[in-house]
DNA sequence: CAATATCATATTGTCCGACAATCGGACAGG
DNA sequence: CCTGTCCGATTGTCGGACAATATGATATTG
């Protein structure tokens, strides 16, 4: 039978401090940069203990809606980084189970949206950090890790050119999840460098002359290149995704 | 000049046993379901005050790590569910300042592959829950938040037909988004259900049929149908997407 | 025996007060 | 201008306390 009533809603103080202040900062209120009264005070206002506005804070400070200088005391309202972002979407895909596969699909869902964005948007300083990224991708051997981070680095100064914080903020954790698994590429196959090069170089021209056409369809053959890098290098394409343990942040 | 030092690091004990609750569970050895030792038994274990644990715990918990059964006390080892990423998420675009058209742009980029995904592996089951999500939308009249809830359910039960977790995150987002949007459309051009509804007809024939190409297709047109829709409601492109203050779930 | 009411205990939510560490800024001296 | 010194404000952490209530065991009843 349906239930005749709603079960009754009740929200511990911690919760309702913390909705409020995010309210206020959604709400632009609280401003990016703005720093937040001290703990004292917030519990002053809001009438509750400071153990309780500090439990309040920490909730808003892992949504990445607070944060502070490096270094500083002070609680400063941020908005989330695309990092911090990028970390809680890959860590819930890792606890979904999501596999290799089911992240190039999306990669090669999403990246040729993206190529075409930036050719059409692409401003010039843009265009010359993505030109950055292919040359230093281009000028690298030898050292897989950041071969690697060359390769995502490229991927988001084109994410960066296309001027949408949509794409920029949905391509941080696919491009974190693909890390692993394109290092295995770079290591065991040996033309993959040359085709990533090359795959670069074309899609960097076409967002030049801004031919968003051009730009996606390399980008389209640029992620399906990576399908076979999979199959040549042998990465079972149902390997489930995982960060490597203890790359968060904190230190002893 | 390059800096000689990295800055040391420190870490406040909240954070440290937030991060090594948080690796436990990342690390499968905490598995889902299962419930946390009390506060008090952390505490012994961390050998830190039990204040410190709770607002590890806080951290963990807005994370969508850690949950509760509803009116539960003891809390309880959860992966974020689709919800709480898609909240996230939606709350760090709204802070970015992305606009109408951005997240357009970003469904006009993934939605095919959804709807491609989907046609190649939609179970039966899936299937027919897309056919329901049509069908109920295809009787509903009047009621425009119930409309648009109906469409966001189709492309949520797509993203789902598609058994692709990656697809599923990252829609949840990019659909609440959209909802207030739709809603004015909804309301202000009189075709739009009826465009609606056809799109719907033919990606679900298409996905029934297995049919990946023609199921993108239509997805792609469906998608365009709604930037037509942006301009025929008189809706700014550039307006900034923002959820309707207060939609979190905190109660008095 | 199954279902239910009763009760003791464990656990969480919240408060209070305290203190060390350190950040921020003022201030003085070279 | 850079450096060293001081002080107050603020955070991080602690210990203890107590009310409300969820949990699990026990007694009661049909």
Redesign the interface.
Same mark, same amino acid.
């Given at each position: 039978m349906r239930p005749m009533f709603d079960?009754v809603? +009740? !929200?511990p103080a +911690? @919760?309702?401090v913390? /909705?409020a202040i $995010? %309210?206020r900062?959604?709400?632009r209120e609280l401003r /990016?940069g703005q720093v937040l009264p001290t703990e004292t005070e917030l519990a002053r206002q809001f009438e509750v203990n400071r &153990?309780t506005v500090? /439990? !309040?804070l920490?909730? @808003?400070? &892992?949504?990445?809606?607070l944060g502070r200088r $490096?270094?500083g005391k002070r609680l400063i309202v941020t908005?989330?980084t695309r990092e911090a972002?990028g970390g809680?979407?890959s860590? !819930?895909? %890792?606890?979904?189970? *999501?596999r290799v596969v089911?992240?190039w /699909? *999306?990669l090669? *869902?999403?990246q040729?949206?993206?190529a075409s *964005?930036a050719a059409l948007r692409r401003s010039p300083a843009a265009l010359a950090k993505l030109s950055a990224c292919a040359n230093r991708f281009a000028a690298r051997s030898g050292e897989r890790e950041a071969t690697v981070t060359d390769v995502a680095d490229f991927f988001d100064a084109l994410a960066e050119a296309g001027a949408?914080?949509?794409?920029h903020?949905?391509n941080e954790p696919?491009l974190r999840l693909l890390k692993p698994s394109l290092a295995v590429i770079i290591d065991r196959v040996p033309q993959a460098r040359v085709r990533i090069g090359a795959a670069q170089v074309a899609i960097l021209a076409a967002v030049k002359a801004r031919d968003a056409k051009r730009a996606a369809e390399w980008m389209t053959r640029h992620v399906r290149d990576f399908r076979r890098g999979y199959e040549v290098a042998g990465i079972d394409l149902a390997t489930e995704v995982?960060?490597p343990? !203890?790359v %968060? &942040?904190?230190? &002893?």
């Open positions: 079960p809603s +009740y !929200a +911690y @919760l309702r913390s /909705e $995010r %309210t900062i959604l709400g /990016e &153990s500090r /439990e !309040a920490r909730k @808003l400070e &892992s949504a990445g809606l $490096r270094g908005r989330p972002v809680g979407l860590q !819930a895909l %890792t606890l979904h189970r *999501a089911d992240v /699909e *999306a090669q *869902a999403v040729p949206g993206i *964005a949408n914080p949509v794409f903020l949905l696919l995982g960060e343990p !203890a %968060t &942040s904190a230190i &002893s």
